[in-house]
């Protein structure tokens, strides 16, 4: 395999590209053209690198989740955005095309090939879209086998500008009209703005989800802390899911048919 679950490897920075104002793609070669990434969705890797900050150089560990498809041969794609006290987020946003970083994995989140389901809810906000974008483009990719399961998405940002992938999700959304829906809400919309206004709230989430007694379910959730805490609970400091929480708890949902990317 070309990642390794074992030992960090370093990977070239082949090209960046600004996706809106404080949010870029990430592509780095693979070792060889014909190579293929082969992460397993959904899964993530973890990024390494020594940065030096207010004098102190310190080991940095960060875990990303790749965006490309598992089988697009020679490289893998990463979106990430530049938080102003991330500081993994701005050494990668200050790499230069031929830069190197080490990279580990992949890490499994959910193995959809093994435990694909009939309906999926999913509760994103900001960045948190990148381990359902995964999915979701493996699922409505040319390549699927998946004619029948069904997704809702509920997507919170805080402007329109920062909805990342809205004309990619906009376009399973007319390709899929049975099978993919997706619900924008803003924090601060512009005038004109027909979605939904503010934050998740319950109302939104029982209204879109699959319902807690659907037999083959599963909601995904994943975003900035107050967005976690509020749907689902938070993961634990270890990352492990912890337990389950917030308006998914009070809507009856049980743990096993929820998931914290």
Known sequence: ????????????????????????????????????????????????????????TEEVIRPYTPTSVETLKGYVDFVIKDYPQGVMSRHVHSMKVGDTIDIKGPFEKWN???????????????????????????????????????????????????????????????????????????EKPAAGWTGHKGYVTLDLVNNTMPKPDVESSVIFVCGPPPLMEAVSGDKNPDKSQGTLRGFLKELGYIQDRVYKL
């Open 1 to 56: 395999m070309v990642f390794s679950s074992s030992e960090f490897r370093p990977f070239t920075l082949e090209k960046v590209e600004r996706v809106n104002h404080n949010v870029s793609l990430f592509r780095f070669k693979l070792p060889n053209e014909t190579d293929v990434a082969g992460l397993p969705v959904a899964s993530c890797v973890v990024f390494r690198s020594k940065i030096t900050k207010d004098g102190k």
């Open 112 to 186: 959809w090939e093994k435990k694909p389901v009939a309906q999926v809810g999913m509760v994103a906000g900001g960045t948190g879209i990148t381990p359902m974008l995964q999915l979701l483009r493996k699922v409505f990719g040319p390549e699927s086998t998946d004619k029948t399961s069904k997704f809702t998405l509920v997507f919170g940002n805080t402007t329109e500008e920062d909805i990342l992938f809205k004309e990619e999700l906009d376009s399973y959304a007319k390709a899929f009209p049975d099978r993919f829906s997706v619900h924008y809400i803003l």
